[in-house]
Antibody, heavy 123, light 111 residues
Framework: QVQLVQSGAEVKKPGASVRISCKAS????????IHWVRQAPGQRPEWMGW????????KHSQKLQGRVTFTSDTSASMAYMELSGLRSEDTAVYYC????????????????WGQGTLVTVSS | QSVLTQPPSVSGAPGQRVTISCTGS?????????LHWYQHLPGTAPKVLIY???NRPSGVPDRFSASKSGTSASLAITGLQAEDEAVYYC???????????FGGGTKLTVL
């Protein structure tokens, strides 16, 4: 079945960087974009951006521009999200999700999602 | 900030019907962007319940339905079951922000 499996929890100090991986299986990795969403404690989910490994196209949210990098390894069906300059406000569960589309339906919706990766930023 | 607004909580007894609203603006729902709904159980990955305003993926019971009108949308759940207890999010695209946006989430409690 279609599945996204993410790397494990991370604890980082302020100013550090974190890289989270997202392993895709059950479908052709290069045919669908991978989006990244994070959810801080008690907050709504926040969209971070997306990467289409097949085309190389990517987009970041305006808020995270300059701090977030999306990469991929198509041979391993892996997507990566790296966030730099970590601060306490970046403490959140980070999700990868596959973007799905259909004729006449925009925007994409996300299905499935990875299990989430908790990133804790603390000194 | 262009956001989607949901009630923080709703509740209902088993077998009852509840609705969850999602109010947006002319830069997201009102701009014609489709709305999607997700169910999020604690400790699990969010799961799509409704896509493209009204469509149910295979495997989602027909107890779940949704509608959209103007700058608002709503999710209806009939025949409430204990397993429906979760947080529900709406999602769309915002033209002003040039990105996907989520509602604040609504916690459904089955009494």
């Amino acid at each position: 079945q279609v599945q996204l499996v993410q790397s494990g929890a991370e604890v980082k100090k302020p100013g550090a960087s974190v890289r989270i991986s997202c392993k895709a299986s059950g479908y052709t990795f290069t045919k669908y974009a991978i989006h990244w969403v994070r959810q801080a404690p008690g907050q709504r989910p926040e969209w971070m951006g997306w990467l289409n490994a097949g085309s190389g196209h990517r987009k970041h949210s305006q808020k995270l521009q300059g701090r977030v990098t999306f990469t991929s390894d198509t041979s391993a069906s892996m997507a990566y999200m790296e966030l730099s300059g970590l601060r306490s406000e970046d403490t959140a569960v980070y999700y990868c999700a596959r973007a799905v589309d259909a004729p006449m339906i925009t925007p994409n919706w996300f299905d499935p999602w990875g299990q989430g990766t908790l990133v804790t930023v603390s000194s | 900030q262009s956001v989607l607004t949901q009630p923080p909580s709703v509740s209902g007894a088993p077998g009852q019907r509840v609705t969850i609203s999602c109010t947006g603006s002319n830069s997201n729902i009102g701009a014609g962007h489709n709305l999607h709904w997700y169910q999020h159980l604690p400790g699990t990955a969010p799961k799509v319940l409704i896509y493209g305003n009204t469509n149910r993926p295979s495997g989602v019971p027909d107890r779940f339905s949704a509608s959209k009108s103007g700058t608002s949308a709503s999710l209806a759940i009939t025949g409430l079951q204990a397993e429906d207890e979760a947080v529900y999010y709406c999602q769309s695209y915002d033209s002003s922000l040039s990105g996907w946006v989520f509602g604040g989430g609504t916690k459904l409690t089955v009494l």
